[in-house]
C-alpha cells in the first residue's frame, strides 16, 4: 500500500524558510517521480516543484529561484526547501506520486506565511 506522509510545515515570517519532507513507502521508491503541490484557500491545487527518478527537476514558475526539490532514496524521502517565502505561499502542501494509472496523494502539511 502506497503511503506518503509529509512533515515541516508550519507558521513563519515572509522571508523566512522552511523545509519539507516527504516519507514515501508502499512503492519502488527510486523508481517513480515526485512531485510537490499545493492548494490555497479557493483556489485549485497547483504544482510547485517535481523531480524525476533520475533527478531532473521542474518548477513552478512562482517559484523558481526560492525553492529546490531533492530526494533520498536511501531514505525513501522527497525534501521541498522553501525560502524567501511570501504570504502568496501560504497553503496546504501535498507530496504526489503516478503509480499504477492513478496519483497517490499525502494529507498534506500546512504552510502559512504571516506579512
Do not use: H
Not at 504570504?87 to 504571516?114: H, I, K, M, N
Amino acid at each position: 500500500q502506497v503511503q506518503l506522509v509529509e512533515s515541516g510545515g508550519g507558521l513563519v515570517q515572509a522571508g523566512g524558510s522552511l523545509r519539507l519532507s516527504c516519507a514515501a513507502s508502499g512503492m519502488i521508491f527510486s523508481a517513480n517521480a515526485m512531485g510537490w503541490y499545493r492548494q490555497a484557500p479557493g483556489k485549485q491545487r497547483e504544482l510547485v516543484a517535481g523531480i524525476t527518478s533520475s533527478g531532473g527537476k521542474n518548477y513552478a514558475d512562482s517559484v523558481k529561484g526560492r525553492c529546490t526539490v531533492s530526494r533520498d532514496n536511501a531514505k525513501n524521502t522527497v525534501n521541498l526547501q522553501m525560502n524567501s517565502l511570501k504570504p502568496e505561499d501560504t497553503a496546504v502542501y501535498y507530496c504526489t506520486v503516478r503509480l499504477y494509472g492513478r496519483d497517490f496523494w499525502g494529507q498534506g502539511t500546512q504552510v502559512t506565511v504571516s506579512s
